[in-house]
């Protein structure tokens, strides 16, 4: 997986990508990482790529030719047009199911914008997705771009020392991943489960999955319409949503 990122500040992409599995990754070749800074495809010695909007308004707008000089430039190295993700909030929520799709691909380029946005004509000459992170706004693409990588980084083989943590983690199958614990046995007077240690590995997963199953009707209710569940995880999934709606009822 190759990853390239237009951007105005490729130190911020560099430092936060280099560090941890992705940076181990990086080193180890089982992705590679390159930050292209749009301002070096400014036409003016002042690396200037912001100018005021047309029609009037707050705010500058980033401009089209650097932009697209630097979106060029990542097209002639790898020889054919790449996927070109745009981040921002008036994008599709990103999600796991979208990694997975993202993770295919040989190359991604992610376009972070900065100021009021970008020249809509440079978006939809190079954009192919437009993706967000959630439904705020921040400073630049930098942050969301990079929780982008790390999620798809994960799904590429070799990244991860297990390779089942990618199979197993939150959000596969639309269940969120069942509680974790580690020694000592007993801590602040908290057990842990007595099917975690007993070394019956068939009671253990069918804990895991029970587990998970109410943690998802617990946190993350809406996941569960997608959800591949069995009659007896469909009930036990009712069971959660009812004991939680009247808790809430009690509450009010």
Known sequence: MHFHVLTLFPEMIEQGMNTSIMGRAIERGYISLKATDIRDYAANKHN???DTPYGGGAGMVMQAAPVYGAYEAVK?????????IYLTPQGSTFSQPMAEEFA???DLVFLCGHYEGIDERVLEEIVTDYVSIGDYV???GELPAMVMMDAI????PGVLHNEASA???SFQGNLLEHPHYSRPEVWHEKRVPEVLLSGHHANIEKWRREQSVI??????PDLLEKADLSAKEKALADRCLAEKKLAFTQEV
């Open 215 to 220: 943690r998802t009707a617990e946190r993350r």
């Open 76 to 84: 002639e190295q790898i020889g054919y047009r790449p996927r070109v």
């Open 167 to 169: 199979e197993f983690e």
């Open 48 to 50: 200037k790529v912001d």
């Open 138 to 140: 921040l400073t630049g």
């Open 104 to 106: 295919r691909e040989q």
């Open 153 to 156: 980084s994960r799904l590429v």
